[in-house]
C-alpha cells in the first residue's frame, strides 16, 4: 500500500511538472523572440552607461515600456509569455540563440 501511495505521489508530482497548455494571452514566438531581442538592446544600452541598476532602473522601464507599445504588448503580456517561453528549455534556447544571431548580424551591417 505505500508502494502505492508512492508511485502516485512521483506521477502526481511529474503531471505538475508538465508544460502547462499555452493560454491565449501569450504571446506568439517570432514576436516575442523579436521584442526580446530589442529588450535584450536596450537592457545592454543602459547597463553600458549606468552600470548600476539602482541607478537607471526608473529610465529602463520606461524605455521598456515604449517597446512594448511599438509591438502593441503589455508589460505583463511580456512578463507572463517570457516565463511561459522559459519552461521550455530547447525552445528558449532556441530563442536566445536567434536573438543572438540577428545582433550579431546588425553589428556586421554597421
Do not use: W
Amino acid at each position: 500500500m505505500k508502494c502505492f501511495f508512492l508511485i502516485l505521489g512521483i506521477l502526481v508530482g511529474f503531471s505538475s511538472c508538465a508544460l502547462k497548455e499555452k493560454p491565449s494571452s501569450i504571446i506568439p514566438k517570432e514576436k516575442m523572440t523579436e521584442i526580446m531581442s530589442e529588450v535584450f538592446v536596450v537592457e545592454m544600452y543602459y547597463q553600458k552607461k549606468h552600470a548600476s541598476p539602482f541607478v537607471y532602473r526608473k529610465v529602463l522601464k520606461k524605455a521598456l515600456l515604449k517597446t512594448f507599445q511599438k509591438h502593441r504588448v503589455t508589460s505583463k503580456e511580456y512578463s507572463q509569455s517570457f516565463d511561459f517561453y522559459a519552461q521550455d528549455y530547447a525552445a528558449f534556447k532556441e530563442m536566445n540563440l536567434e536573438i543572438i544571431q540577428r545582433y550579431n548580424e546588425s553589428l556586421l551591417k554597421q
